[in-house]
């Protein structure tokens, strides 16, 4: 994932299903100075704000105002067609169940 992110991006890591460590290429690492970060939203600056996001993002959804249309599901051994079909203004999804 690292090799598509551009200079200076930041990489969040907010899950941990695998409870496997992060591979970063050093090369994408250092030469493009990425920012990697982990996120939890039980930290404590988080906290006070946790009850205004999940009723804002329930009310939203419940009054049909977030609509996610995917136009196609992409294995990550396919990450370029994804990446390709998001510049062309088509919102994909990556399945990381199957990744070849």
Partial sequence: ???VLSSGAHLVSYAWLSGLPIHVPQGDLIGK????HGF????E??????R????EGSE???FRQITLPVTTTYKLSQIKEAIETLQRGGKVLLDFNHPN
């Fill in 1 to 3: 994932m690292a090799s």
């Fill in 33 to 36: 100075r990425l920012n990697i």
């Fill in 40 to 43: 939890w939203m039980y930290y």
């Fill in 45 to 50: 600056e988080y906290l006070p704000k946790m």
């Fill in 52 to 55: 205004a996001a999940l009723t």
């Fill in 60 to 62: 939203s959804s419940r």
